[in-house]
């Protein structure tokens, strides 16, 4: 069970709000509070905390410059593009590796900069095998950027806070400089699609939700920079 699919299946506080309260959004104040109560009376709650933020310990470990060096500096493709040219099956991701890429099943490693053969040349989804990393990429530090912040509001200390606002920020920064490319189903900015940019945005929306009211975590000028 993934963080979204958690935060839908608890029950919402019902009644109006004096003005917007924050965080809102899929995971609000009472989402929350129903976490906490289920992480100290049930074992199961516990087991999926548990597990996310043993998902989340390699992203604090990692120094800034590392994610700055990995952050994709333009449009990525579409995931299945991370694809082995031997067998046709989906090559291992590693978040921590851009460079290269191991097929799980018939062990061979290629680089990244390698053109996938899942899709044909010219074709509107053809790209390189980085594209298909670099779209897993954006989807999983997203993701990753949201977990941190829900776990830094149900307790953990303020690394966490700290590590996904470096996600927010990076993605502000880059989002700035790229070109919204297509129209209909397919205007994007980050992904393949419209779809897949959507995704990232739900994430980013939520962590950023989870960490504007932290105390001294986001200054003016970040808020402005996030906002646009």
């Not at 149900?154 to 920020?169: C, E, F």
Request: charged share 20%; hydrophobic share 40%.
């Amino acid at each position: 069970m993934d963080l979204v699919t958690m935060a839908l299946l608890l029950p919402m506080a019902a009644g109006p709000h004096d003005g917007w309260v924050h965080p809102a959004g899929l995971i609000d104040r009472a989402t929350l509070s129903e976490v906490r109560h289920k992480r100290d009376t049930q074992d199961w709650a516990r087991n999926i905390l548990d597990g996310l933020d043993q998902g989340v310990q390699p992203w604090l470990n990692e120094p800034r410059a590392r994610l700055e060096a990995l952050m994709p500096r333009r449009r990525m493709g579409v995931y299945w593009l991370l694809l082995c040219p031997e067998c046709g099956r989906q090559l291992r991701f590693d978040p921590f590796d851009d460079r290269q890429a191991t097929c799980a099943v018939c062990g061979k490693t290629y680089p990244l900069t390698q053109q996938s053969t899942a899709a044909p040349p010219g074709s509107r989804y053809a790209g390189t095998l980085y594209d298909g990393w670099g779209c897993y990429y954006l989807q999983h530090v997203a993701r990753t950027a949201q977990e941190l912040a829900f776990l830094h509001a149900l307790g953990a200390d303020r690394s966490y806070a700290l590590r996904a606002d470096d996600v927010l920020r990076l993605f502000a920064r880059r989002t700035k400089h790229l070109p919204v490319e297509g129209s209909g189903p397919f205007r994007m900015i980050w992904t393949y699609a419209y779809e897949g940019d959507y995704g990232l945005l739900t994430s980013l929306v939520t962590a950023y939700e989870l960490l504007r009211d932290v105390d001294g975590l986001l200054t003016a000028e970040d808020l402005s920079l996030i906002h646009i």
